[in-house]
């Protein structure tokens, strides 16, 4: 156990000089009394709330939760604002900006005095930008998610956000409702704080920071009203003390062992195809090799157990009261790493014993699975050498074999205006294309991966179509979507090169997609193809374009991927 003058706070407040002086003067002068903090462990609380985001607005109250715990146990709680990435509003995508809340999150637990960290996030890229931060610096944290809100209603239906707004789009662009149901829709879609309550990139990407082991037991699925919501977040207050008079670092906790699993849970979870991306860069913060291959392999090994929206049935709240993600582990543990340590116990086998699941259809057991393999696949091809990504799980059966003649778009917005083009001619066996949506391209990698089915087709009843992008798609959505084509087209990848009517063939079974046309005529086209100008010639984007890496390797910055000695602040 550490002793007061171990911690790293006192190097600040404890020394005999002047710089201590005036920190204990400044001290004072925030109002906190010298027995207050001194000889305390500084717990570092990094708050994304903010006014515009919905899914952290509940935060500035599960703040003081926090605060309260880290009282009782004896520390001395500092509440940080931090960026907020909320993927409702931020333009062109927060994507963009998911390494700058990393850096920010980096670089404040480094400068300030501070012993340990609470991270309070939840929406799409917060949860992923908080841990790749905490992760370069490598102190005793914990995470609090933002938790979903609660399900939604239209007259007796239960919606699911994001996942029946999409739905329900294309059903108004086909006739089958107006604008007063969709009025009806639009009230009845999102009704609380908190992030989506489907099996989107948010849900997905807390229960990997469940399974990493930096959380408290079934953090990840208490809706974000629910009184547990704020009893977790003082029981996290109450634990970030005592992780760090023991020491216990990040570094203990994310281990190879610990990523694999949360590739295992996040693939038998029926995830987002987001998280690949997420995985991969937040371990090679720690040090860990985490590849798309990685994912594949794992894959092949794990059943989809959660029946839960964009690929199955039911919702969070429901997942949560039928045993949350300590049930659903009690039935992947033949799969997972039970030895090694979380925030919270010595051991995750120590930490899920005893749970149980109180519902089979919303948990299933492996007997009887959702899908015999995980949700989301890896392609290799001549049109994605570095690798790209679908979530077969969430898409129509008959189009994971499929070979049709391309419609290819340079951009979303030119896409936009012409997807009901007549003169375009698509039908249902078109392959949607859409190019330039990329890290650098789009720029960001937005969410532009679901393209839109042209009107003709949805009156018609078509639902799906073969689409491919080196684009994200949002986690809440579905259809046979192949995203994450590296290298993108905006660096000159394959896909720059597909032209109107080239054959393209997914096979996910053969974990395939190929451009059918012969490596001369490629080869000819490659040397005709022009990169395109810079979009940035200052400021942040400047910077992003620099420095930013391609899906497969997880979009991080090249600076901050690396490893490398930081030095610790001198204080004195």
Known sequence: MKQPQELRSHQWYGTDGLRSFSHRARTRQLGYLPEEHLGKPVIAILNTWSDINPCHVHLRERAQAVKRGVWQAGGFPL????????????????????????????????????????????CDKSTPALLMGAASVDLPTVFVPAGPMLPGHWRNVTLGSGTDMWKYWDDKRAGLIGDCEMGELESGLARSPGHCMTMGTASTLTAAAEVLGVTVPGASSIPAVDSGHDRMAAASGLRIVELVWQDLKLSRILTHEAYEDAVATVLALGGSTNAVIHLIAM??????????????????????????????????????????????????????????????????????AGALVHNDDVIRTPGNPL???????????????DGAVIKHIAAERHLLKHTGPAVVFDDYRTMQRTIN??????????????????????????????????????????????????????????????????????????????????????????????????????????????????????????????????????CDFRFLARQGEVPEPYAG
């Not at 960026?83 to 333009?91: D, F, G, P, V």
């Not at 927060?94 to 670089?107: G, K």
């Not at 919702?315 to 543990?333: I, N």
């Open 79 to 122: 509440e940080f604002p931090v960026s907020t990435l909320s993927e409702t509003y931020q333009k062109p995508t927060p994507m963009l900006y998911r390494n700058l809340l990393a850096m920010e999150t980096e670089e404040l637990l480094r400068s300030y005095p501070v012993d340990g960290a609470v991270l309070m996030g939840g």
């Open 283 to 352: 371990a090679g913060r720690s040090g860990v090799k985490l590849t798309l291959d990685d994912f594949d392999r794992i894959a092949r090994t794990v059943p989809v157990l959660a029946n839960l929206r964009p690929g199955g049935r039911y919702l969070m709240e429901d997942f949560h009261f039928a045993g949350g993600l300590p049930g659903f582990l009690s039935r992947l543990k033949d799969r997972l790493h039970l030895d090694r340590p979380t925030v919270a116990h010595d051991t995750l086998r120590e930490q899920i």
């Open 371 to 385: 899908a015999e393999e995980g949700g989301v696949a890896v392609l290799r091809g001549n049109l994605c050498p």
């Open 421 to 554: 083009d007549p003169e375009l001619g698509i039908t249902e066996d078109s392959v949607l294309v859409l190019r330039n949506a990329g890290p650098l391209g789009g720029p960001g990698m937005p969410e532009y991966g679901m393209l839109p089915i042209p009107d003709h087709l949805l009156k018609r009843g078509v639902r799906d179509m073969v689409r491919i992008s080196d684009a994200r798609m949002s986690g809440t959505s579905y259809g046979a979507c192949v995203l994450h084509i590296a290298p993108e087209s905006y660096v000159g990848g394959p896909l720059a090169l597909v032209r109107d009517g080239d054959l393209i063939t997914l096979d996910v079974e053969a974990r395939t997609l190929r451009l059918e046309v012969d490596d001369a005529e490629i080869e000819r086209r490659r040397a005709d193809w022009q990169a395109p100008p810079p979009r940035y010639g200052r400021g942040y984007g400047a910077l992003y374009q620099e420095q930013i890496t391609q899906a497969d390797t997880g």
